[in-house]
Nanobody, 114 residues
Framework: QVQLVESGGGLAQPGGSLRLSCAASGITFRLNHMGWYRQAPGKEREWVAS???????NYVDSVRGRFTISRDNAKNTLYLQMYSLKPDDTAVYYC????????WGKGTLVTVSS
């Protein structure tokens, strides 16, 4: 069965950095287009970044230049390296892929605060 387990969240100061991981199982990870999404308190979930099976990346304007999405197909793991964090980056972060339909993991909470 499909399982996505996000980790790496926590408390960071403005300007700080965090690295999120998403361990995938039950799918042929290397063939899947994958992305990171986030949901801030009181807001709808939004797309943050994506990476194709071939490694092509895209970012929402608000994180471009600060976040880097990557994947390790040998480890079935998706990453999101976040630098220059801002309070507006506070949210629960999820990984997901279009082929996964309505399945979502539990996410990992990122809090950016001084």
């Amino acid at each position: 069965q499909v399982q996505l387990v996000e980790s790496g969240g926590g408390l960071a100061q403005p300007g700080g950095s965090l690295r999120l991981s998403c361990a995938a199982s039950g799918i042929t990870f290397r063939l899947n287009h994958m992305g990171w999404y986030r949901q801030a308190p009181g807001k709808e979930r939004e797309w943050v970044a994506s990476i194709s099976s071939g490694g092509v990346t895209n970012y929402v304007d608000s994180v471009r230049g600060r976040f880097t999405i990557s994947r390790d197909n040998a480890k079935n793991t998706l990453y999101l390296q976040m630098y220059s964090l801002k309070p507006d980056d506070t949210a629960v972060y999820y990984c997901h892929g279009p082929s996964l339909g309505t399945y979502w993991g539990k996410g990992t909470l990122v809090t950016v605060s001084s």
